[in-house]
């Protein structure tokens, strides 16, 4: 506490009125003072803690961040033992009675290659194909064919995303008429067989009207 802090906490209870009404708002000022120095030492011990993360990203990979946490990478070949586990084993995860889903884009597909992810998981979603306008699949070849060691190796669910933000636009057209939706539906059914695919989700972002929802609750019934 410096000496003008110390003078005015004395004239609070040895000064006149008005010293003591100086005092009272000194003493203020210096706490409004420390309180703003406390709040901008914590933005930047903040700021400084994001930068350090960022740099940490940039020099060692997300992917070497990402093995630090949930484990190292496991070659494909020795994947396979990973399956004696409880956390793999059937179609549980790793915490019974739950269902752990991941959702893989095109783009992250190499972390299948990961016992250290897949062991965790008891669904894998594969993200995502789209519909167009008639009710035939498109962009398949995004996730599909899938690489069929994977079925060996995971032992869990596996099923493919359909939609998704920015990729719906034409769930509405697909889902209008009897014709169009029978359409997708053995779209559907033939992609689930030839791809053995344990399920299809139809992520449609996002029905916007009466109509649209509609078109989706009538759709969901002949595709099951």
């Known amino acids: 506490m410096d000496a003008k802090t110390k003078a005015a906490i004395a004239a609070l209870s040895e000064g006149s009125a008005s010293e003591k009404a100086a005092a009272e708002k ?21 700021r400084l803690g994001i930068a350090l993360a960022v740099l940490a990203a940039w020099l ?89 060691k994977l079925r060996e190796r995971f032992g869990g ?16 057209s697909a889902t209008t008429s009897e014709r169009s939706r029978s359409r997708l539906a053995e779209e559907l059914l033939e992609l689930a067989a030839q791809n053995d695919l344990d399920g299809v989700d139809l992520d449609w972002e996002a029905p916007s009207s009466e109509r649209e929802v509609n078109n989706y609750n009538t759709h969901k019934n002949p595709s099951r």
């Open 157 to 172: 669910r596996i099923s493919v995303c359909v939609g998704g933000a920015g990729r719906s636009a034409h769930f509405d």
């Open 26 to 46: 000194l003493v203020a000022k210096r706490a409004k003072r420390r309180e703003l120095g406390e709040a901008a030492r914590s933005r930047v011990l903040t």
């Open 60 to 148: 060692f990979g997300i992917d070497r961040i990402f093995d630090r946490i949930f484990g190292d990478p496991v070659p494909p070949e020795a994947a396979a033992t990973a399956k004696t586990s409880g956390a793999v084993k059937g179609k549980s995860s790793g915490l019974d009675g739950f269902v752990i889903g991941g959702y893989v884009p095109e783009y992250r597909l190499d972390v299948l290659q990961r016992a250290s992810v897949t062991a965790k998981l008891s669904d894998i979603v594969l993200f995502s194909i789209e519909v167009g306008p008639d009710g035939l699949l498109q962009e398949t070849g995004r996730v599909l064919p899938y690489d069929r």
